[in-house]
């Protein structure tokens, strides 16, 4: 595997379940990102981890839990999803340096939340 | 606070054809980044340029070109030639300097629909 991988690339799931979502970067970034991608909106970032420690949760609501065990692996936990959560969540990593960093996505998962 | 405006939300031109995207930004940073990812309907943004404030040479990697003007805060991308692989939402996206050991941070524009058809 190469770049960022993103599993499972399709999930539908109901409003009371609790699903996961995959996240692998083999570049040998140190920083891992999340992004919500809806129609006609913006990209949104919603969590940074910078080496393993989150560094930014941009005010993203308690049903989407992140965790970050390594610096190559990250998860986006769900649980009691509201129909507008439907989107692509899009992962990315970059290498932290000076200035600033490229980041580099995955595929995407993209959810329906019935 | 940082804006990216990208105004044409669709394009669509004939193969062949050279086409350019709009990007114009808002920053109080002197210093700050600038970049453009290609979003194939797979859904995988892909990188295609990055480019810091203080170098406004403009870049031709191929069929792509980028023109960064300063004064006009403006940073368009133009496809010569263009092809049906072109066909993608493309995004402008501009990241302040956050100094050694910060991950970066991203604001992107809504992305431009190019649709090239034959």
């Known amino acids: 595997e190469t770049g960022v991988t993103q599993t499972p690339r399709h999930l539908v799931m109901g409003m009371t379940n609790k699903k996961s979502l995959k996240c692998e970067q083999h570049l040998g970034h140190n920083a891992m990102y999340w992004y919500k991608q809806s129609a006609k909106k913006p990209l949104e970032l919603m969590f940074v981890?910078?080496?393993?420690?989150?560094?930014e949760n941009n005010s993203v609501p308690s049903r989407f839990s992140p965790e970050c065990p390594n610096s190559s692996h990250l998860f986006l936990h769900l649980h009691t999803l509201q129909p507008e959560d439907s989107a692509l969540y899009l992962c990315?990593?970059?290498?932290?340096?000076?200035?600033?960093?490229?980041?580099?996505f995955g595929p995407g998962t993209r959810l329906t939340v019935l | 606070a940082q804006k990216v405006t990208q105004a044409q939300t669709e394009i669509s031109v004939v193969e062949k054809e050279d086409v350019t995207l709009d990007c114009v930004y808002e920053t109080r940073d002197t210093t700050y980044y600038l970049f453009w990812y290609k979003q194939p309907p797979s859904g995988e943004l892909v990188f295609l340029i990055r480019?810091?404030?203080?170098?406004?040479q403009n870049e031709i990697s191929g069929r792509y070109s980028w023109n960064f003007q300063k004064s006009t805060s403006s940073f368009n991308f133009t496809i010569t030639a263009s092809q049906v692989v072109d066909s993608a939402v493309y995004f402008c996206a501009l990241s302040e300097d956050v100094g050694t050991g910060t991950a970066s941070k991203l604001t992107f524009g809504t992305g431009t629909r190019l649709q090239v058809t034959l």
């Open positions: 480019r810091n404030s203080f170098d406004e």
């Open positions: 990315a990593s970059s290498q932290v340096g000076g200035g600033t960093d490229t980041q580099y």
């Open positions: 981890y910078n080496f393993k420690e989150q560094t």
